[in-house]
């Protein structure tokens, strides 16, 4: 069992089973430091471990340090686990909602109670945007179930669909200023800020584009709701009259493509994304669909003064979960009955380049790689 349990340290498989042997070694660790730790006396072990991004090795002799290291990379398995699943399906988006959800909890407890990080990839800061990442990628999952269940363009369904990708944009943009900070702008990859950019790019796009359709295929008993989804009331415009409709649709498709435009530029400008055929497919068809649905609310007799269209109000889902209720779980891995998710040693992430070590081999303990949290590549329409 102990082989076993030190085998999935170092190449743990990206599912439940791995997850569960991970979980196993974490409580175990708690029983040692029970038994044997005290911090009064050293015992002489020394633990030694990689930094996720930068391969730089740190070494400590306290428990604390395995412990917290193990509890990365749950967190980074499950946004692995997450990554993986299908999200053309409710059961896949649901999957992946819990998974983002978990290695949230994971780098949240790490944030609250782990100090004195020696490497950058454990600090507050660096945890802290790990955090905002997961939160984001569950909102777009959460859009990205609305969008799932759209059928005939129907009005509310459009609306949600805005809100909820302007919500996802506003939460990228979060995580973009927390990968900007002082400490974290030079050691963040260049491929994870260019997907966060590309992608508040995107939703914000999506969310001008339903809006649009939500205009042009609305009634007159409709109204209320396609004002309120606004920021502020669209002004000069009686949106009861079909042509000022139109109008602040057309406003809203220009600029959906200007976005989805900056999203392709973003996304052409990195290496890394550019070799994701599948994500320029899904940019590429985004931004046709906008430029569809202009031509075909265009005229060209069109000589009145250019509308502006506000931009949209954000929704929150009432069900999403809390901080608080993420922690909650957290704290029942650490009374030893269920985890989150750790980091496992010498795995490679698809965005974010190689967790492979640099520099000598400190000798005299045990030596793993704390892995790469994943960020999803891929994007739903």
């Known amino acids: 069992a102990v082989l076993r349990e030190t085998q999935a340290m170092r190449t743990p498989s990206r599912n439940e089973a791995g997850q569960e042997l991970l979980k196993e070694y974490y409580n175990q660790l708690y029983f040692l430091d029970q038994r044997f730790f005290s911090l009064h006396r050293s015992l002489g072990i020394h633990f030694h471990w990689y930094d996720s991004l930068t391969g730089v090795p740190s070494v400590q002799r306290a428990l604390a340090f395995e412990k917290g290291s193990v509890l990365f990379n749950i967190g980074a398995l499950y946004t692995q686990i997450g990554a993986r699943q299908d999200r053309s399906t409710l059961t896949g988006i649901q999957s992946a909602i819990d998974a983002f959800q978990r290695a949230a909890g994971a780098f949240l407890y790490l944030q609250e109670n782990f100090s004195h990080a020696p490497s950058l990839d454990m600090s507050s800061p660096a945890l802290s945007m790990l955090v905002r990442l997961m939160v984001a990628q569950v909102q777009e999952c959460v859009c990205e179930k609305v969008i799932l269940n759209m059928q005939n363009n129907d009005l509310n369904v459009l609306l949600q669909a805005a809100q909820e ?3 996802v944009s506003d ?3 979060l ?3 927390a990968m900007s900070v002082p400490l974290l702008k030079d050691y963040v990859p260049f491929s994870w800020i260019s997907m ?6 995107h939703f914000r796009a999506l969310a001008h584009y339903y809006t649009a359709v939500a205009l042009c295929d609305c009634s ?15 002004e000069k415009l009686n949106l009861h009259d079909p042509e000022d409709k139109r109008r602040l649709g057309k406003a809203h498709l220009r600029k959906a493509i200007i976005r989805h435009e900056e999203a392709l530029r973003l996304h052409g400008v990195c290496k890394m994304l550019r070799k994701m055929d599948i994500l320029q ?10 430029l569809e649905k202009y031509s075909e609310i265009d005229q060209e007799d069109d000589f009145c003064e250019v509308a502006e269209a506000p931009e949209i109000q954000c929704e929150v889902m009432k069900n999403q979960t809390t901080f608080s209720e993420i922690l909650a779980e957290v704290f029942v891995l650490h009374n030893l009955k269920d985890s989150v998710s750790i980091r496992h040693s010498g795995v490679t992430t698809d965005c974010a380049g190689s ?3 640099l520099g000598p081999v400190p000798r005299g303990g045990p030596q793993h790689t704390r892995a790469l949290p994943t960020l999803q590549a891929t994007i739903l329409i």
């Not at 966060?196 to 790019?201: D, L």
């Open 175 to 177: 995580v973009l200023q």
């Open 165 to 167: 990708a302007a919500r």
């Open 196 to 201: 966060v950019q590309v992608k508040t790019h």
């Open 220 to 234: 007159g008993e409709e109204i209320k709701a396609l004002i309120q989804v606004h920021t502020r009331r669209p």
């Open 281 to 290: 497919e899904v940019l590429s068809h985004a931004h046709a669909c906008s």
């Open 355 to 357: 967790a492979a070590a």
């Open 171 to 173: 939460v990228y943009s």
